[in-house]
C-alpha cells in the first residue's frame, strides 16, 4: 500500500499541468486530455519496474511538468514549437533563466487524485495468479491508446507529457523542412547593380527586449537616457513598431526580405549582410549574445555571412558578459578599416534577468518606479533593474557614436531593438517577459534612433532632411533591410524605394503586422492591447 500510496502522489505532481489548464479553460477537450493523459503516465509507470530506469525516466518529466506548470500558469497555454525553438536556439544562460524564472507552482485542487488512486488501488488488487495476465494487456492499452490518440491529434495534443511529445515530434519536423529550404539560398546574389559613394560607414546597433516608453529621450519622466538626450545630429523615430514579440521571428523579417505573413524571400534570399558585401562594404556581425543551436539559428547565421564575426559569449557562459565588451572590437574594425563598413552590433541590452545585464556602477533606480506605485515590490525592483538596464544601454550608444564620430568619415548609427518588453503594467498582473500567445503593446513598440555624422549630412544633405521629415510617420520594423540598403546607397534588383523609411517615397503599413513567436498567429498593431 505504502508504494501504491507514493506512485500516486507522484502520478499526481506530474499532472498538475493537466489540472492546471482545466481549471482555467474546463472543456471537455481538456478534461479528455488530462484523463488520456493519465493512463499514459499509469501504464509508464507500470511498464518500468528498474529503480534506475524510473528515475531516468520521472526525475526529468517532473521537471518538465513544473516548466508546463510555469508556461500554463503564466500564459495560460501549453508550451509550443516557438518556445521549443527559442530554448534551442538560444544560449545556455538564456534557457536557464527562462526556467528559472517560471513562477511558483500553485496547488489549486486535489479532486482529481482520488480518481488516480482508486486506479492504482483497482490494479494492486487484482490477484497474483491474473495479474501477470491482465497486466500486460492494460498495460499495453494504457501505453498505446493515449500514443494513438496523440499522434492522431486527439485531446492528448494538450495534455502534458503527450503535448510535450507532440511538440518536440512537430518542431523536429518543422527543422527538418526549414533545414532543406535554407540550403536553396546557398547560392543565391543580389546582383547589385550599382552603389553610389560606398566610403561611409553604416554601424546596425540591435537593441534587446527594449522598449521605446522607458527611454527618457522618449518621454519617461526619469532620466534613462541622458547621453542620447545630449546628443546633437540624433534622429528620434517617434512610432516603430517590431514584426514579432521574440528575437529570432523579429530578425527574421528585419533582416531578410520576409514580410509577416509571407516567408518565402527568407527562404529563397539572404541578409542585409551579403546585400553589404555584395556592395563592397567590409561586413562584421558583434555580438555579446551566443552562438549556439543545432541550426545554427537565425542570429548565428546571419553572422556567418560577414566578412568577421565576433561572439564574445559564445560558451553561452551563466557569468553575465556585459555589451561594453564589444566595443574594443568595434574600436579595431574601424581603426583596420576606417571608412566602407557595415557593422552589425547585436547587444545583450535588456534581456531577462535584468539585474544580469549592467555593471553595479549602473545601478542608479531604486524605489517605487513611476506608475508601480501599489504593485509588489518583486516587480518594482525587476522594473528598477530593467530601467538601470536602459541607461547602460545609453551609455553603450553613446560610446558606439564616438568610435564613430572619431573616424571622420560620413557615418551612421542605427539603433533599433528586435523587440520590447512587458512589464507587468496590466492591473493585478505581476509577470514580465516577452513571447506571450497574444502580444502586448510594451512587447512590440520599440526605439528606433539614427545618429549621422557631419561629414555624412555635408555630403548627402537630402538624405539628412528627409531623415528629419520622416521621424513621426508609423514604422515597421519589418522595413529595416530595404532601409538601410538605401542608407548605404545600394541599388539592386529587389529594391522597393517605397519600403526605406529613410526615404520620401516610404509609405507607412496599414495595418501593421505582428506574428506571435509563441503561436504564429498574425495581429495587427491597432488591435493590441497595453
Given at each position: 500500500?505504502?508504494?501504491i500510496?507514493?506512485?500516486?502522489?507522484?502520478?499526481?505532481?506530474?499532472s498538475?499541468?493537466?489540472?492546471?489548464?482545466?481549471?482555467?479553460?474546463p472543456?471537455?477537450?481538456?478534461?479528455?486530455?488530462?484523463?488520456?493523459?493519465?493512463?499514459?503516465?499509469?501504464?509508464?509507470s507500470?511498464?518500468?519496474?528498474?529503480?534506475?530506469?524510473?528515475?531516468?525516466?520521472?526525475?526529468?518529466?517532473?521537471f518538465?511538468?513544473?516548466?508546463?506548470?510555469g508556461?500554463?500558469?503564466?500564459?495560460?497555454?501549453?508550451p509550443?514549437?516557438?518556445l521549443?525553438?527559442?530554448?534551442?536556439?538560444?544560449?545556455?544562460?538564456?534557457?536557464l533563466?527562462?526556467?528559472?524564472?517560471?513562477?511558483?507552482?500553485?496547488?489549486?485542487?486535489?479532486?482529481f487524485?482520488?480518481?488516480?488512486?482508486?486506479?492504482?488501488?483497482f490494479?494492486a488488487?487484482?490477484?497474483?495468479q491474473n495479474k501477470?495476465?491482465f497486466?500486460?494487456l492494460?498495460?499495453?492499452?494504457?501505453?498505446?491508446l493515449?500514443?494513438?490518440?496523440?499522434?492522431?491529434?486527439?485531446?492528448?495534443?494538450?495534455?502534458?507529457?503527450?503535448?510535450?511529445?507532440?511538440?518536440?515530434?512537430s518542431y523536429?519536423?518543422?527543422a527538418?523542412?526549414?533545414?532543406?529550404l535554407l540550403k536553396?539560398?546557398?547560392?543565391?546574389k543580389f546582383n547589385?547593380e550599382?552603389?553610389?559613394?560606398?566610403?561611409?560607414?553604416?554601424?546596425?546597433v540591435?537593441?534587446?527586449?527594449?522598449?521605446?516608453?522607458?527611454?527618457?529621450?522618449?518621454?519617461y519622466p526619469?532620466?534613462?537616457?541622458?547621453?542620447?538626450?545630449?546628443?546633437?545630429?540624433?534622429?528620434?523615430?517617434?512610432?516603430?513598431?517590431?514584426?514579432?514579440?521574440?528575437?529570432?521571428?523579429?530578425?527574421?523579417?528585419?533582416?531578410?526580405?520576409?514580410?509577416v505573413?509571407d516567408?518565402?524571400?527568407?527562404y529563397?534570399?539572404?541578409?542585409?549582410?551579403?546585400?553589404?558585401?555584395?556592395?563592397?562594404?567590409?561586413?562584421?556581425?558583434?555580438?555579446s549574445?551566443?552562438?549556439?543551436?543545432?541550426?545554427?539559428?537565425?542570429?548565428s547565421?546571419?553572422?556567418?555571412?560577414?566578412?568577421?564575426?565576433?561572439?564574445i559569449?559564445?560558451n553561452?557562459?551563466?557569468?553575465?558578459?556585459?555589451?561594453?565588451?564589444?566595443?574594443?572590437?568595434?574600436q579595431?574594425?574601424?581603426?583596420?578599416?576606417?571608412?566602407?563598413?557595415?557593422?552589425?552590433?547585436?547587444?545583450?541590452g535588456?534581456h531577462f534577468?535584468y539585474?544580469?545585464?549592467?555593471?553595479?556602477?549602473f545601478e542608479?533606480?531604486?524605489g517605487?518606479?513611476?506608475?508601480?506605485?501599489?504593485?509588489?515590490?518583486?516587480?518594482?525592483?525587476?522594473?528598477?533593474h530593467?530601467?538601470?538596464?536602459?541607461?547602460?544601454?545609453?551609455?553603450i550608444?553613446?560610446?558606439i557614436?564616438?568610435?564613430?564620430?572619431?573616424?571622420?568619415?560620413?557615418?551612421?548609427?542605427?539603433?533599433?531593438?528586435?523587440?520590447?518588453?512587458?512589464l507587468?503594467e496590466?492591473e493585478?498582473?505581476d509577470?514580465?517577459?516577452?513571447?506571450?500567445?497574444?502580444?502586448?503593446?510594451g512587447?512590440?513598440?520599440?526605439?528606433?534612433?539614427?545618429?549621422?555624422?557631419?561629414e555624412?549630412?555635408?555630403?548627402?544633405p537630402?538624405?539628412w532632411?528627409?531623415?528629419?521629415?520622416?521621424?513621426?510617420l508609423?514604422i515597421?520594423?519589418?522595413?529595416?533591410?530595404?532601409?538601410v540598403?538605401?542608407?548605404?546607397?545600394?541599388?539592386?534588383g529587389?529594391?522597393q524605394?517605397?519600403?526605406?523609411?529613410f526615404a520620401?517615397?516610404?509609405?507607412?503599413k496599414?495595418?501593421?503586422?505582428?506574428?506571435?513567436?509563441?503561436?504564429?498567429?498574425?495581429?495587427?498593431?491597432?488591435?493590441?492591447?497595453?
Amino acid at each position: 500500500m505504502r508504494n501504491i500510496f507514493w506512485n500516486a502522489i507522484f502520478l499526481l505532481l506530474l499532472s498538475l499541468p493537466n489540472i492546471y489548464a482545466y481549471y482555467i479553460d474546463p472543456t471537455t477537450k481538456r478534461f479528455l486530455g488530462f484523463l488520456v493523459a493519465l493512463l499514459f503516465l499509469i501504464g509508464l509507470s507500470r511498464l518500468i519496474h528498474s529503480k534506475k530506469l524510473r528515475l531516468l525516466v520521472f526525475v526529468p518529466l517532473f521537471f518538465l511538468s513544473y516548466l508546463n506548470l510555469g508556461f500554463e500558469f503564466q500564459y495560460n497555454e501549453k508550451p509550443s514549437i516557438g518556445l521549443v525553438s527559442a530554448l534551442v536556439e538560444s544560449d545556455a544562460r538564456e534557457g536557464l533563466e527562462f526556467v528559472t524564472n517560471a513562477p511558483k507552482l500553485l496547488v489549486y485542487t486535489v479532486a482529481f487524485y482520488i480518481l488516480v488512486f482508486f486506479l492504482l488501488l483497482f490494479f494492486a488488487r487484482i490477484s497474483k495468479q491474473n495479474k501477470k495476465r491482465f497486466g500486460f494487456l492494460i498495460t499495453a492499452l494504457l501505453i498505446a491508446l493515449p500514443l494513438a490518440d496523440l499522434f492522431g491529434k486527439g485531446s492528448s495534443t494538450e495534455a502534458f507529457p503527450l503535448s510535450n511529445i507532440y511538440t518536440l515530434y512537430s518542431y523536429q519536423k518543422e527543422a527538418t523542412v526549414l533545414e532543406a529550404l535554407l540550403k536553396k539560398r546557398e547560392g543565391f546574389k543580389f546582383n547589385v547593380e550599382k552603389v553610389s559613394e560606398r566610403d561611409l560607414n553604416v554601424i546596425l546597433v540591435l537593441g534587446e527586449s527594449s522598449r521605446r516608453d522607458t527611454y527618457s529621450v522618449y518621454g519617461y519622466p526619469e532620466s534613462t537616457t541622458p547621453n542620447l538626450s545630449q546628443l546633437d545630429s540624433l534622429v528620434v523615430f517617434d512610432d516603430a513598431v517590431s514584426p514579432s514579440n521574440a528575437t529570432i521571428p523579429s530578425l527574421k523579417y528585419m533582416l531578410y526580405l520576409a514580410t509577416v505573413g509571407d516567408d518565402s524571400q527568407y527562404y529563397s534570399t539572404k541578409s542585409i549582410v551579403t546585400l553589404a558585401k555584395e556592395a563592397q562594404y567590409k561586413t562584421a556581425w558583434l555580438s555579446s549574445q551566443a552562438r549556439f543551436g543545432r541550426y545554427d539559428t537565425a542570429n548565428s547565421s546571419i553572422a556567418l555571412e560577414a566578412d568577421n564575426n565576433v561572439f564574445i559569449n559564445a560558451n553561452g557562459s551563466i557569468d553575465p558578459v556585459f555589451d561594453e565588451a564589444l566595443l574594443p572590437h568595434l574600436q579595431q574594425r574601424l581603426k583596420e578599416n576606417q571608412q566602407g563598413n557595415f557593422i552589425v552590433m547585436h547587444l545583450y541590452g535588456s534581456h531577462f534577468s535584468y539585474v544580469r545585464r549592467y555593471p553595479k556602477t549602473f545601478e542608479k533606480f531604486k524605489g517605487v518606479p513611476t506608475g508601480y506605485a501599489g504593485k509588489s515590490s518583486d516587480l518594482q525592483q525587476d522594473v528598477n533593474h530593467y530601467l538601470n538596464s536602459i541607461a547602460y544601454t545609453d551609455h553603450i550608444l553613446s560610446e558606439i557614436i564616438k568610435q564613430a564620430k572619431s573616424t571622420h568619415a560620413p557615418s551612421c548609427v542605427v539603433y533599433i531593438a528586435d523587440h520590447g518588453e512587458y512589464l507587468g503594467e496590466k492591473e493585478g498582473d505581476d509577470f514580465t517577459g516577452h513571447g506571450y500567445p497574444v502580444p502586448r503593446k510594451g512587447e512590440v513598440e520599440v526605439p528606433l534612433l539614427t545618429w549621422c555624422s557631419k561629414e555624412y549630412q555635408e555630403i548627402y544633405p537630402k538624405k539628412w532632411q528627409q531623415l528629419l521629415a520622416n521621424k513621426k510617420l508609423k514604422i515597421s520594423a519589418e522595413d529595416l533591410f530595404y532601409s538601410v540598403a538605401d542608407l548605404m546607397n545600394i541599388d539592386y534588383g529587389l529594391k522597393q524605394k517605397e519600403r526605406s523609411f529613410f526615404a520620401e517615397a516610404y509609405q507607412s503599413k496599414a495595418p501593421r503586422k505582428i506574428i506571435s513567436s509563441a503561436n504564429h498567429k498574425i495581429f495587427n498593431y491597432q488591435e493590441i492591447k497595453k
